[in-house]
């Protein structure tokens, strides 16, 4: 089984930056992948950023330019740096494991960002 723990959220103001953090536990050699999502008030979760099983990068259009998403595999972290915050990107930020064959995935428990004034 996979624990993932969240941390790194908070209050900003717009235009600035936060970095998100989640780190691995337990089963991680089921992992195939691991990224970031989000769920914003009344809104559908949706892919932020994500490592591939192929070791890629995919972004959400909304993020490009703005988010960079880095690993460390020797500490199993993936973080999420966020620049140039915008008030439309206010919401629980959830990490996200995929893991082998049939396996479910696993979700951290989130970690709240408000961007506001």
């Known amino acids: 089984q996979v624990h993932l723990v969240e941390s790194g959220g908070g209050l900003v103001q717009p235009g600035g930056s936060l970095r998100l953090s989640c780190a691995a536990s337990?089963?991680?050699?089921?992992?195939?992948?691991m990224g970031w999502y989000r769920q914003a008030a009344g809104k559908q979760r949706e892919l932020v950023a994500i490592f591939t099983s192929g070791g890629r990068t995919n972004y959400a259009d909304s993020v490009k330019g703005r988010f960079t998403i880095s690993r460390d595999n020797a500490k199993n972290t993936v973080d999420l740096q966020m620049n140039s915050l915008k008030p439309e990107d206010t919401a629980v930020y959830y990490c996200?494991?995929?893991?082998?064959?049939?396996?479910?995935?696993?979700w951290g428990q989130g970690t709240l960002v408000t961007v506001s004034s």
């Open positions: 996200n494991a995929d893991q082998i064959g049939t396996l479910p995935d696993a």
């Open positions: 337990g089963s991680i050699f089921s992992i195939i992948a």
